[in-house]
């Protein structure tokens, strides 16, 4: 038998699905698996997005950043350059608050990840 | 899964499948796993593997497989992409391990005997393996079962190419002189018919 035949039949054997008595047991297992990481990836993604989001909103809410920066805007409607420069103090201020910095960047961090995530899962369905 | 979700997933083609998981849906990729399963485990016996190891590490491989599931275009075959990465997954546990080393070092020990099969009789190709040393199955497993070339059997094991090689060449060597005479009854079978 020539070297190419044999290999191509050596192929072939490989290529035959061995008769394994536990096949259906083995698949189930692994779809346990599958289901069980979608799972815990689904509470991750819910987890971190909730904690991140109360985080955040109750930073912006105790912070009166909203009416500010309304205020600053309304302020500086004409020129928007001017508004930029009126916000600009603003999320200064906010980021100075020496008891609320770090919970402000745990609370993007968190928001960082989750959205990172949510990116992954779309481009995959993409 | 009902029973109509299950019979519409089988009569679907593995790409079908592959794309439905690539989207999610792990239903269609448990039916990939059912169909290959088997297959890949096999793969990762004649490797050597014992049949608990063969087992985890397939089901690692069919996760890493979903993972990375919208990498598969469809371009060879299913079964061939996994096999592929359980081959990979399979050596990296050996050398964790540090049984590759020994396993594949030129001389190794010698197989244990395997008795020839009787003269016109058939000998499949798992015992035909055991004739091999454990390099040479390994090598011969990764380049025939996995269908990794010389050059990526030669990257996943660390090792020289031109050992891989001698390895390719010496186990092929065994297996045709086991196998041959199945070979040739088959061809005669075909002159025959």
């Known amino acids: 038998m020539a070297e190419v035949e044999f290999e191509r039949a050596l192929e072939r054997m490989f290529a035959r699905t061995p008769d394994i008595s536990d096949a259906a047991s083995f698949a189930d297992r692994v779809q ?22 109360v985080i955040g909103a109750s930073q912006l809410i105790m912070s009166n950043l909203f009416s500010r920066a309304e205020a600053a805007s309304s302020e500086s409607a004409r020129v928007l350059t001017s508004s930029v420069r009126q916000i600009a103090p603003q999320a200064d201020w906010l980021f100075s608050r020496p008891a609320g910095v770090e919970t402000v960047w745990v609370a993007a961090g968190l928001a960082l990840l989750a959205l990172g995530f949510v990116l992954t899962r779309i481009i995959e369905e993409i | 899964m009902s029973r109509a979700e299950r019979h519409r997933l089988s009569s679907l083609h593995d790409v079908e499948l592959a794309t439905l998981a690539a989207a999610g849906d792990r239903q269609a990729f448990g039916e990939l796993v059912r169909r290959h ?80 099969p009787d003269p016109g009789g058939r000998m499949d190709l798992d015992e035909a393996l055991k004739a091999l040393t454990d390099g040479e199955r390994l090598c011969v497993s990764l380049c025939y079962g996995a269908g990794l070339s010389h050059g990526e ?38 002159d025959n018919g």
């Open chain 1, 32 to 53: 346990r698996r599958l289901d069980r990481g979608w799972a815990a990836r689904r509470l991750l993604i819910g987890s971190a997005g909730v904690i991140g989001g």
């Open chain 2, 37 to 116: 399963g088997s297959a890949v485990r096999g793969l990762l016996r004649r490797m050597g593997a014992s049949a608990s190891e063969a087992d985890d590490l397939a089901q690692d491989a069919f996760i890493s497989a979903f993972e990375s599931i919208s990498e598969f275009r469809g371009e060879g075959a299913f079964a061939a992409w996994v096999k592929k990465i359980a081959a990979r997954a399979c050596m990296r546990r050996m050398q964790r391990a540090k049984r590759l080393r020994d396993l594949t070092a030129a001389g190794a020990d010698d197989p244990a005997p395997v008795a020839h």
């Open chain 2, 153 to 190: 059997a030669a990257e996943a094991l660390n090792l020289p190419l031109g050992t891989v090689k001698s390895h390719v060449k010496r186990g092929l060597d065994k297996l045709r002189a086991r196998l041959a005479p199945e070979d040739q009854s088959v061809e005669g079978r075909r």
